[in-house]
């Protein structure tokens, strides 16, 4: 009886500790709230909230909320669709992804996203996205009565393009690209006052459409690169994003809808050590309906540590407006498959219930045989070398051909004829001078 009666105030006390260090976290947490909504209030822009489609600025999660949206410039997987238009060229391989964003309030945004490249045509890429952002939405009378209860959307299709223009082995080109996309908005009908009756179709006078389009570029080379690899260590990425007009009165009428949130960025991506990768990004709100009113840029940037081929540990840090973001995650591989999980920390996120939390899956679909021809480049180009180095320039050059019928911009094997080409000629003249005497 004592050791029952033991216990019972034993887990009282445990239990009370607890509760009473969470209280002192949920306390210190509010205070911490406060103090940087004082430091931040400066940074609130006074005209931000007036555009329509929200949801166009909300990450898909996963890898590119890990950086907190610092990935203009670097893009380097099917995110891309959301940041920078052009960077579809450049990625190495086709992937396949599937994303989930807790965000705010219950709201909740899910993504199904595709890049495809080619073999034939290695500097095309086409890619799409389906993304729906959903929020409950309950309908109360005067008498508290819940009397109607659906969700409010925003639904996004896009259809990119992209293509990699001048790529070369030291300078990998200048990637362009457009996504066209066109958005719905559903609003859920509502109750008549007097019946409490659910008005059928009254919703869609409130709901909209919109068409807009991004722009996008990205260039790629290499610049204090201290290690070995194919792939460029800097890259610097500009686009223009949800370039468009929204409609609303549906059923009605079509008038002009709230501007959209368009956006100009500009990215860096730096690399000099090969388990680091630094992003920075910039980013201006532009009103189209009113370009003369300012809207204060976004600020960004993130850092990527890969300890293995397989795991990366993943940080960021975003300020819009008076909302400073802070984000950390981790990714990690099985079997071509890629995983990224992400949690953020601003004045919108709550412990309880944990919201701000982002789930992606990748299927990574191959590089269609790219590599492949990347490494007999390679093996002709060093088989080339050893002939060069015997004297055998006319063998050294037939076999650079070969590797410059693989790869036409393989800057080395160009180089390796002309010398080649210079030495016989050299000694041709030498020959011919010989022979003169």
Request: one cysteine or more.
């Amino acid at each position: 009886m004592k050791k029952r009666l033991f216990i019972k105030i034993a887990n009282f006390l445990l239990l009370t500790g607890f509760l009473s260090k969470a209280s002192i976290f949920a306390l210190s947490y509010s205070d911490l709230n406060t103090s940087l909504s004082d430091i931040f209030y400066n940074f609130v822009d006074e005209n931000e909230g007036q555009t329509s489609f929200r949801s166009l600025l909300i990450p898909f999660g996963g890898r590119t909320e890990s950086l907190a949206g610092s990935f203009t410039g670097l893009c380097d997987d099917v995110g891309y669709l959301q940041y920078n238009a052009g960077a579809g060229s450049i990625q190495k391989e086709s992937q396949l992804a599937l994303y989930h964003n807790m965000w705010i309030a219950d709201s909740k945004m899910e993504t199904l996203a595709g890049t495809m490249r080619f073999k034939n045509i290695p500097h095309l890429s086409l890619g799409s996205y389906i993304s729906c952002f959903y929020l409950p939405f309950t309908e109360y009378n005067i008498f508290g009565d819940r009397v109607a209860g659906s969700y409010y959307t925003e639904s996004v299709a896009a259809l990119n393009i992209s293509y990699n223009i001048l790529a070369g082995y030291d300078f990998k080109g200048l990637a362009l690209g457009a996504t066209i996309k066109s958005a719905w908005r559903g609003m859920p009908d509502y109750t008549d006052n007097n019946t409490n009756a659910i008005i059928a179709g009254s919703g869609l006078s409130q709901s909209a459409i919109a068409f807009m389009g991004d722009v996008g570029l990205m260039l790629q080379f290499n610049f204090l690169k201290f290690y070995y690899s194919r792939d460029p260590n800097v890259r610097i990425g500009f686009s223009a994003q949800n370039l468009g007009v929204s409609l609303t009165g549906i059923g009605k009428k079509l008038q002009l809808d709230d501007p959209l949130p368009t956006v100009f960025a500009a990215g860096l991506s730096l690399k000099f050590l090969k388990p680091i990768t630094l992003t920075m990004d910039y980013q201006q709100p532009f009103n189209l309906q009113k370009p003369d009113t300012y809207l204060l840029p976004y600020l960004a940037s993130g850092i990527n540590f890969q300890f293995t081929d397989f795991l990366s540990l993943l940080g960021g840090f975003a300020l819009k407006g008076g909302n400073p973001r802070f984000c950390a995650g981790f990714e990690f591989e099985v079997k071509k498959i890629r995983f990224n999980f992400n949690y953020t920390l601003d004045f919108t996120s709550s412990f309880s219930p944990l919201n701000r939390v982002s789930l992606s899956m990748k299927l990574l679909l191959g590089d269609q045989g790219r590599s492949i021809i990347d490494k007999q480049v390679d093996d002709y180009y060093q088989q080339g070398l050893l002939y060069y180095a015997e004297a055998n320039y006319e063998a050294a050059i037939e076999i650079w051909k070969e590797a410059l019928k693989l790869n036409k911009r393989f800057d080395p094997a160009k180089l390796g004829i002309q010398s080649a080409q210079y030495q016989i000629d050299m000694f041709e003249k030498i020959r011919e001078s010989l022979l003169l005497d």
